[in-house]
């Protein structure tokens, strides 16, 4: 007996020895390749399908793909195991691999991973290996190398690839940022970038004084100034509630402008009647020797009146406002930003601040994006799994516990790719808002881009199934176990990524939301009037217009096995049995089904109001079908693509339009042509403030006069149908990769600026809407572009010399522009879009650095570096280069 025990014990001993010792080498296996393996990533040629390679045959989207290369880099010695794989997100679809000792499996999403094959001969010490790689479209950008390569090993803790922690590693030289050879756009340079400042005139403060932004309707200015001094202000806002004034209050305190009951009075109260059509926000404002008057139409055009004097407050100067009076009042009911946060999180500070700027400049509704595919963001009581496991992203092949890797997330939750708003948290964001007479407007997207609420409802299934309650487990169940239905998203997952609109169980969880999400609105004093449904994207990639079955012969489109797609959900059969029913025509009607059936959960809530993305509701006969009495699209076409009259079909048929163009107010997008700027770019190359101050959002083929085409073309637009106006305007900010709070706020700002001035004031160059005219840029001539140039010289003047600074006591970390510079007859000349921003330089490599006064004689080196300086000294932009 005694010796069966012993050698059971050692049998066990032995057993467990050999998995420690596994599990150690395996680990071994990982410390190795992520400390000494460095990887680099070369992107060889965008514009592989004019060069010899088939990108159709490889079923790349519009025969459209490029050639990279990845580089492995062992700086040790040599590493022959096998046992290890390389998991990196990748925007493009990975299509083909020219190297037979790896292999690259898509995964999910962006998640790919790249594995040895047998005939991987191991990492040569102090050497490198190459994978050439073909992927879908192109690569334009650095940005668009997503950071945070980490590596596995069997029961080893995974980790980042060192040297890709940041997204440094990647090449992109030459010629490689055109997307076709004829693409027109123009590359910004420094002496690029001189030219298209060049326009640009430095403006004394006397052209500046009493200048507001946004511009008011009416500005009629006197010759005296009023010096606050030492007793700064004393506020006697009649009718203002105590919470809004208190924000005021610090507002005044930011600008270190004293609160005294011996200040400059500021008197306002409300008197409807002296308006004639009555707008929410409207406000008489007179600065006169003794006292500035507000008269507003009601408690929001209190606090804007104020605000506006706010504006006229330099930053650490000697404290004076003109003398003035104002008549004033929103272009638009639906001024707005709308955050995702589902992406990548963004923390409640970064949320508080951009509140605090929305009320700055008059912007009234936060669009606040709550969940996507690659994270659910709000805390849901009654369904924790939502955050507990929806919130999250770490390396876990089963996502029991997680959601796989997205977007650079790497292998762990200790960064922005994790996270979420606490009930308690959002109470204050919400109530915070509703201080700054801010609306905030939930969306929870859905039935598309849901992965990460279907994901965390399948944990709760599993886990009540296990503690044997069926009936609780398929309360919240968002997936028809019977659907297996071959579909791709836009951002390449599979039907998990489709909250099923046949369910009752759907229907619950969309009515469990609203209800949980509703009480906080409630708790924070701003009940829930408007509910916004998502709705976009519910669709198959494969089966898009870029696409043809494998035995068609149409140039220019990829071919695929078309016979093997579906539409999402085809083989449901809860949405068969619908179709069969004659419930819906078809299945492709399926997500406006779904956006009918979700408003009458709205409607039972007592909210009246619903917003979508424009094509979640397209198969809707009209805005009448839905069981609310107002819908709010989201207008999101690319106007060269027809969007200038697409724009119009849905005013005609009932619905409240919210100007949301991605080729003009989509912050995730580059602010100029430039490989070194991050930003998406599917719709245009570049988003500057330029272009959004130039946008005219109300009559929208006017734009084809001022802009050009995502290639940098000319192009026609002539609205065909009538227009009855914007209900508003809304920048966007999608954060795939926009990682970090700082990013955010370099994307944001200060174009988010450029937008309040466009939604607020409607300038005298924007015309009328009149159907049937056409306009292209260089060949029509409606718009005054010498007024255009104009107003945005002073609004460029007022940014440089004012607005910055004001960002920057706010600590903001918005983006400084790069100068133009060039070398004329042996001198350095400099200009920079916001004229008042410093400007330096250095002639030894950034060593030392001098402040640039005007034209400079440059001798003896052989390049120059320019960068621009925030007014508060603690901040430069991104160093250029010229060569003499």
């Not at 094959?117 to 690569?139: C, H, L, N, R, V």
Request: net charge negative.
């Amino acid at each position: 007996m005694k010796k069966s025990k012993i050698l059971f014990t050692s049998i066990v001993s032995l057993l467990s020895f050999g998995v420690a010792s596994s599990a150690y080498a395996s680990q071994k296996i990982v410390d190795e390749i992520s400390s000494k393996l460095s990887v680099k990533y070369t992107i060889v040629d965008n514009q592989a399908g004019e060069h010899g390679v088939d990108c159709a045959i490889l079923g790349a989207d519009w025969a459209s793909c490029f050639k990279a290369t990845i580089s492995l880099n062992n700086d040790g010695e040599a590493i022959n195991d096998k046992d290890w794989a390389i998991y990196f997100s990748s925007i493009r679809m990975i299509l083909a691999v020219d190297n037979d000792q790896f292999k690259i499996t898509h995964l999910t999403g962006d998640l790919h991973k790249i594995e040895p094959t047998e005939k991987f001969t191991g990492f040569p010490a102090k050497a490198s290996i190459d994978i050439p790689i073909i992927g879908e479209y192109w690569q334009l950008s650095e940005s668009d190398v997503i950071p945070r390569w980490y590596v596995t090993s069997t029961d080893a803790t995974p980790k980042v690839i060192s040297n890709t922690e940041l997204d440094d590693f990647v090449s992109l030289t030459g010629e490689q940022w055109k997307r076709t050879p004829d693409d027109h756009n123009i590359l910004m340079t420094t002496v690029n970038r001189f030219e298209r400042n060049a326009d640009i005139k430095p403006l004394d403060k006397k052209a500046m004084r009493g200048q507001i932004i946004p511009t008011p309707v009416k500005l009629t200015l006197a010759e005296k100034d009023i010096q606050l001094g030492k007793n700064g202000i004393h506020l006697q806002l009649k009718g203002l509630n105590d919470a809004s004034l208190a924000v005021l209050n610090q507002q005044f305190n930011n600008l270190k402008i004293p609160l005294t009951d011996k200040g400059y009075k500021i008197v306002a109260n409300i008197d409807a009647t002296k308006f004639k059509n009555g707008v929410s926000g409207a406000y008489q404002l007179n600065i006169g020797d003794k006292q500035a008057t507000i008269t507003a139409f009601d408690e929001r055009g209190i606090f804007y009146g104020v605000e506006s004097i706010l504006s006229l407050i330099p930053v650490n100067e000697n404290p004076t406002i003109a003398m003035l009076k104002v008549e004033d009042y929103p272009r638009f009911d639906y001024r707005g930003i709308m955050l995702d946060t589902g992406r990548n999180f963004k923390t409640k500070q970064a949320v508080l601040r951009l509140l605090d700027q929305m009320a700055s400049y008059k912007l009234n509704k936060f669009h606040f994006h709550l969940s996507d595919d690659e994270g659910w963001r709000i805390e849901i009581p009654g369904l924790p799994e939502l955050t507990e496991v929806g919130s999250k992203r770490c390396h876990d092949l089963s996502e029991n516990k997680c959601l796989l890797p997205q977007l650079g997330s790497g292998p762990d939750s200790d960064n922005l790719g994790s996270g979420y708003f606490s009930r308690d948290d959002y109470i204050e964001i919400v109530k915070y808002a509703k201080d700054r007479f801010i609306e905030v407007i939930p969306e929870i997207d859905m039935p598309a881009h849901a992965r990460a609420a279907i994901v965390s409802m399948e944990a709760r299934y599993q886990r009540l199934m296990q503690e044997g309650k069926q009936a609780e487990a398929n309360e919240f169940r968002l997936v028809d176990p019977s659907d297996n239905s071959n579909t791709t998203t836009v951002q390449f997952y599979d039907r998990k990524s489709y909250l099923n609109p046949c369910l009752d169980s759907s229907k619950r969880f969309v009515d469990k939301v609203i209800t949980e999400i509703a009480k906080m609105h409630n708790q924070a004093g701003q009940p829930l009037t408007v509910w916004h449904f998502g709705g976009d994207e519910a669709k198959n990639i494969r089966l898009g217009p870029g696409y043809q079955d494998i035995h068609a012969k149409e140039a220019g489109k990829g071919l695929i096995d078309q016979s093997i797609e579906d539409l999402p959900w085809a083989k449901s059969q809860a949405c068969q049995t619908l179709v069969k029913q004659g419930t819906i025509k078809d299945i492709k009607h399926l997500p406006s089904y779904f956006a009918i059936e979700a408003s009458k959960i709205v409607k039972n809530h007592g909210i009246n109001h619903m917003q979508a993305w424009q094509d979640g509701v397209k198969y809707a006969e009209s805005a009448k079908d839905f069981a609310v009495d107002k819908v709010t699209v989201n207008f999101w076409d690319t106007l060269y693509w027809g969007g200038f009259d697409s724009a119009s079909e849905w005013t005609n048929k009932g619905y409240q339009i919210v100007i949301s163009n991605p080729d003009y107010v989509y912050l995730d997008f580059p602010y100029e042509v430039n490989t070194l700027e991050p930003g998406y770019y599917w719709a245009t190359r570049f988003n500057d403030e330029r272009k959004i101050f130039s946008f005219a959002p109300n009559n929208l083929p006017q734009n084809a006069e001022t802009s050009v085409d995502r290639d940098g073309n000319p192009f026609n637009a002539k609205g065909t149908l009538d227009w009855s106006g914007s209900y508003g305007l809304s920048a966007q900010l999608w954060s795939e990769i926009v990682r970090t709070d700082n990013q955010m706020e370099y994307m944001i700002y200060p174009r988010l600026i450029a937008v309040a001035e466009r939604a607020w004031h409607q300038a005298d160059w924007e015309i009328a809407y009149q159907k049937d005219r056409e306009f292209s840029k260089g060949t029509t001539h409606y718009v005054d572009q010498n007024q255009l140039l104009k107003d945005w010289t002073l609004f460029a003047n007022l940014v440089g010399q004012r607005e910055l600074s004001k960002l920057d006591l706010a600590k903001i970390a918005y983006r400084l522009p790069t100068p133009g510079a060039k070398i004329e007859n042996g001198k350095l000349i400099a200009n920079i879009v916001y004229p008042g921003l410093a400007i330096e330089y250095s002639t030894n490599q950034g060593e030392s650095w001098q402040r640039y006064k005007g034209p400079v004689a440059i001798n003896n080196v052989e390049h120059v570096l320019v960068r621009s300086v925030s007014p508060n000294q603690k901040r430069t932009s991104r160093a250029v280069g010229l060569k003499m």
